[in-house]
């Protein structure tokens, strides 16, 4: 699959929201309306990958009750691997693992709890510019 939908419905973005979701689920501080509120819009990302890669649409209500269990049940089948089964959530909120997926695709100095404050477009932002920053140590030079 080609084009910009595909872009967006990628295995990065898809993991990156589907994590997101579980963080800010798990967040402390956030009133039960941000906490909707935020989780449904990643939701519409992660739903669009369903549709397009499964032919189905993931609900908002499916996609919230798999916030507690693991990353493999809430990616489509065609971007799942194998170490997907992680859990998303721990005793103390995001889960180990699956905080380091966080921030293993986004910004190194920022924690989970910052992350959980971020929208969709602050994400997306982030994740560019590490793609560039990594482009450029992988150059290695400094043109």
Known sequence: MTGSVAER???ASVLTACV????????????HEERW???????GKVALAHLVHEGR?????????GLSGQLIGL???????????????GEDGLGGP???????NLA???TAEQVAEWNWQSLSAEKVQGWLYHRLLASGSDE
């Open 37 to 43: 509120q935020r989780v449904a819009g990643l939701h």
């Open 9 to 11: 419905v990628g295995r």
């Open 57 to 65: 649409l993931l609900s908002l209500a499916d996609f919230a009750d």
């Open 75 to 89: 990616m489509p089948a065609k971007l799942r691997e194998e170490w997907d089964d992680i859990p998303l959530i």
């Open 108 to 110: 190194p100095s920022a």
């Open 20 to 31: 997101q979701a579980a963080n800010v689920w798990s967040a402390p501080g956030l009133t």
């Open 98 to 104: 699956a905080a380091d997926l966080l921030l293993e």
